[in-house]
């Protein structure tokens, strides 16, 4: 399932990409684009604001109720029944491109030392070129993911 969402809720974009959804995410944008975003691409549209949901008939769509975003993130999940389609940290979060898996010897000439020891998986966005890894940082965002689909 892909999703446009709207101006206000950029965490729960953000959270909707490390879990692996095709997401786009503007900070600024008019109404009209975002709708024809979401009509063109086959995208559902995620808002808080009523108006936007009034004009968007022909194509699906769902209003987010909380303004805390695990609460957002749950109700996503929950509502369009997508629990079984989470695939974290599958996909770039700066440009929404399906990571690919890059080997240790891959990664060797493209992270720092430090980071290339105490790692254990990487993956490359072939979009950006930015490298992603499971280091350090990762326990605690094992953590909060836990939290966040339990
Ligand atoms: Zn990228």
Redesign the pocket.
């Known amino acids: 399932m892909r999703f446009a969402v709207d101006c206000m809720l950029g965490k729960l974009a953000k959270w909707l990409k490390i879990l692996g959804f095709d997401t786009v995410f503007f900070s600024r944008i008019e109404d009209e684009e975002l709708i024809s975003i979401s009509r063109e691409e086959g995208r559902v549209l995620l808002t808080r604001d009523t108006g936007i949901m009034s004009r968007a008939k022909d194509f699906r769509s769902l209003f987010i109720d909380s303004e805390d975003w695990h609460e957002q993130v749950r109700q996503v999940l929950d509502e369009l029944g997508i629990r079984d389609e989470v695939k974290p940290y599958s996909r770039?979060?700066?440009?929404?491109?399906a990571l690919k898996e890059l080997s240790r010897p891959g990664a060797k000439n493209l992270v720092t030392p430090f980071v290339y020891e105490h790692a254990d998986a990487f993956s490359l966005?072939?979009?950006?070129?930015?490298v992603f890894w499971r280091g350090t940082h990762f326990k605690d965002m094992e953590i909060k993911l836990n939290r966040l689909l339990k």
């Open positions: 770039c979060i700066d440009c929404n491109t966005c072939p979009d950006c070129g930015r």
